[in-house]
């Protein structure tokens, strides 16, 4: 991963959005993806979609939760806005320092907040699944209490992958998700078979230490790229210092901003807890294969844009910060409009060759493809949100999106209540109201930061979107016309032919799009060819 790296630049006025970078970014991901949805195949097929893995999946939910609000969340983006100002401003042994003084305070908190977790355990587990039988509220416990430590590794992990961001490394980072669903898989699925070959209540307890083992991994594979830096952690208790305590009120409000996704998703699941065994697995496998394109390009976008954006607006360079978010916004959309397209075509047969095996039945296949229908809906939302909010952060308007995601929790509520007591509309109407909220906070923040800036290059924005609408008219055709004539008998193949047609209806569609747009002279779409040939050469 050598080739991701560059030194910090010493100035910023030429400095552009990191499109390499974000492709690399984008592809680690893309790795870390498939083996994330390797995992929850294999899980699937092992534990079916009732109760086991519903409780699993909220014991999960509990420790990760805290670890968006608190780790990757609040903690990792304040951090890295302070540490690379830091970086810039004051140089590296200064910005060491703050990281010891960062990460011990940050161990310690964690550590009490661990304790914390699995002395609550049973009311946390209530409050998320208040529908649960006390059998189910019972496995769930336990499965909880042995993943809370996950809250403190990967909240480290996270640190460190945003010091290697802040000095341009972004490779091992981005795999280093990898390594945790490795160790998840391997170790949880081993585990679990050699305590109930039959996999019963019993094998989720494996599962549960496997996701331990692989935060640790997720932890251990970044520490000797850090350590290659000339980095070697100190314990350090001197917490009176001005940027330690930046960091502390930027953090304050990013506990709801950077959260309000896993808040929301939460309340979907208590709300789902309510329509008996199944609605929470099945949100959450629909919720995984939207998250794949969200992860390559948002959060890959947003992982580069973070530290450019600090360090233009710490250089006082306006204009260079507005043209780079708008831009990075642009990218956003072009790489997630077709996505929602394609998911919302082809939502059926994805759903039915990724997780319809073993256990996991075709009415549990069903189920999840109705809700990825609507999850995507809110895909382009949910992606320029996490581009969007870093900006917030950079020009230290922290309280913007704490307000605005407060207001998008409540909306959040009222729809979940709407949607599944008042029309019944069961798990798709929570999936609804999911996608609604976020593309709704997206538009908030975007109007917000258009007056902060003055513009924001919208109508460069809007003629992006109108050219895009016609290449996604020539995808959905495609889409349509291979839903209806290729994959016309789908339901009743075998799995290789299946897979084979799904695969040749989505190249040709992935195909047609990107020589559409490049057709269309999308400048961004050009950007992207240019990395990807360069890789291909370098290959």
Known sequence: MASTERSVPTGTQGERLNTRGAVLIALAVLCSRVLGLVRLIVFGALFGGGRLMDAYITAFRIPNLLRDMVGEGALSTAFVTTFSKTLLREGEQSAWQLANKVLTLAVIVLSALVLLGIALAPWLVALLGPGFTPAKAALTVQLARIMYPFILVVSLAALVMGILNARNVFGMPALASSFFNLGTIIVGAGLGWWLDPHFGPKATVGLAIGTLVGGVLQLGVQLPRLWRFGYRFRPDFRWRDSRVKAILLIMGPSVIAASSVQ??????????????????????????????PLGMFGVALGTVALPMLSRLAAAGNHEGFRSELARGLRMVLLMTVPATVGLILLAAPIVSVLYQHGRFSAGDAAETAAALRLYAIGLCGYASLKVLVNAFYAVDRRKTPMVVSLCAMGLNLLLCWLTTVRFHWGPQGLAFSTACVATTNFLVLYALMRRHLGRLESRALLGLLARLSVACAVLAAICWGGSHWLLVGWQYEPFWPKLGELALVIVAGAGAFFACAMLLGIAEMHDIAQVLKRKLRAA
Not at 263 to 276: E, K, R, T
């Open 263 to 292: 808040v929301n998703v939460v309340v979907n699941s208590a709300f789902a807890s309510l329509l008996g065994n199944g609605p929470i697995t099945w949100l959450q496998y629909a919720f995984r294969l939207m998250q794949f």
